[in-house]
């Protein structure tokens, strides 16, 4: 697993624990939801921005989904 991977697991994991579709989530970052797709496949690198803006939405602190990108990481 990469770091794409792993950090598409993730906020997969956050917004559908929230119920929040891709749309909800690309309108609140300010993001188009083709890309939270690609995010979210792995498919893509998230930016700073990115992160940042994605978190807020999730309303998860930044560092937290990079402690659980981490986590995911170090179980390979």
Do not use: C, W
């Amino acid at each position: 697993m990469d770091i794409e991977q792993a950090f598409g697991i993730v906020i997969k994991k956050y917004r559908l624990e929230r119920s929040m579709s891709q749309e909800k989530l690309a309108f609140g970052s300010d993001l188009d939801r083709t890309f939270i797709s690609l995010l979210e496949r792995g498919k893509r690198k998230p930016t700073i921005n990115t992160l940042f803006s994605i978190s807020n939405v999730l309303e998860v602190k930044p560092y937290k989904i990079v402690k659980d990108v981490e986590h995911l990481l170090q179980k390979k």
